[in-house]
């Protein structure tokens, strides 16, 4: 008889909440996902509606369970990944948040960051925690929250209310209200965390001023964290992996060893180089983070995100009306012999790393008479590797070049892209048959937590290659367009 043994992966993003059933081997049993409303209060706000994102988790936790249990599937654990830093305050007594999720998109909180990193705290918050000062990391929000609901700051120091991402939140509700945990990963993007020792940094909590009473426990990225509760669906079954959606597809693409480096490519591009047991301080702003901790050993990654590359194709389609679809951007791409001299510099919301440039904005240089909408799709599909290659940059010029590439995300279906990114990064790039890497490193945290695995060596083979590209372009070719990238990036660049 084949083995039926399955693992659920509950994947809480950004745009939607998904659930993915996971056979032992790693093939996709069945999927079920729920997108979920923006809110945008004002410019620069992103909030969403903490029951949205309850409710479409046991929407799609309900429907993929059910399906698999329909095939005969013996699903044993639960993983939970999500989108990182994004913060929840709730009340402990009556299960119900303090206020909308404040998004790590949210620009709100940018002042109080300003006014922390003029008093000179940028040293101290990037010595502990790993990360820059910026209102996307979690502290700022909860301090917002906390000043802004009347009443909170005493109901916290009282004890009265619970913090979390969202990972933690999920667990919580789902625990049925019994346990606060959140895990490495995840406490690692609060900016409150000091990730060399692995505990709340009573300093931070000082300076951003947040009560410790709100904070939940910080666990490992694997272990028996709790039985989903009677009356929800999947009742009964034991959460057993938890980890922040960045480093789950550091797992998925099996990136264990010091050099392995993984990029998601979706809306925007988040790159992640395996640095080992050292939690590398960054000189080029990328960020220090943790990659997932087991077996009481703490892995470190350094980090760089892209802000734009999904969603130059969505500007491209909908914004400037070139093309239908975002999958014609290959064909056009391919068209054309070349960029014919453009760049396009997708800042639409400034740069992200090595930049971190919020008053950037974006630009489309180099048209001539001869460009065609062609040129200009290519120019996006170009940027998105020149980012790459920037943050590269940065990762060798921080003593960790990355060694390998594994990519994914929706962007990676773009062979012409894939084969220009290694041709611009100079290295082969990998693409798994898993693309659902996310997921899947979830339901590896899961399977190793209840002992179906027994350690991340064990799950190595399980990653497997859909398509290698190696690099072809001449040295020159390379340089002299990073050259026109450069030129182009320094006409948009606010410092
Ligand atoms: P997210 O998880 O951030 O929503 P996905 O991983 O689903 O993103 O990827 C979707 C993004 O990839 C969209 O922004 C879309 O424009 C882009 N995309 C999808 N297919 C292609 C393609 N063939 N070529 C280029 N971009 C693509």
Redesign the pocket.
Known sequence: MSDKTAILAIDQ?T?SSRAIVFSKSGEIISLAQQEIPQIYPKPGWVEHDPEEIWQSTCAVIEEALGEAREQGWNVLCAGITNQRETSIIWDRASGQAIHNAIVWQDRRTAAICADLAAQGYEEVVNARTGLVLDPYFSASKIAWILDEVPGARGQAEAGELAFGTVESFLLWRLSGGEVHLSDATNASRTSLYDIHHGCWDEDLLELFQVPGELLPDVCPNAGKFTRIATGLPGAGLLITGMAGDQQAAAIGQACFAPGDSKCT???GAFMLVNTGDRAVRSEHRLLSTIAWELEGVRSYALEGSILSA??T??WLRDGLGVMDD??M??EMARSVEDNGGVYLVPAFAGLGAPWWDAEARGALVGLSRGTGASHIVRAGLEAVAYQCADLMHAMKADGIAPKSLNVD???T??NW?MQFLTDIVDMPVARPKITETTAFGAAVLAGIGIGLYESLADVKTLWQEDAQFKPTMDDSLREELLDGWQEALGRVRSR
């Open positions: 993003g745009t490519f979706g809306t999904g969603s194709m969505q975002a999958s951007s290959e995300g929706g962007m279906k773009n892209l």
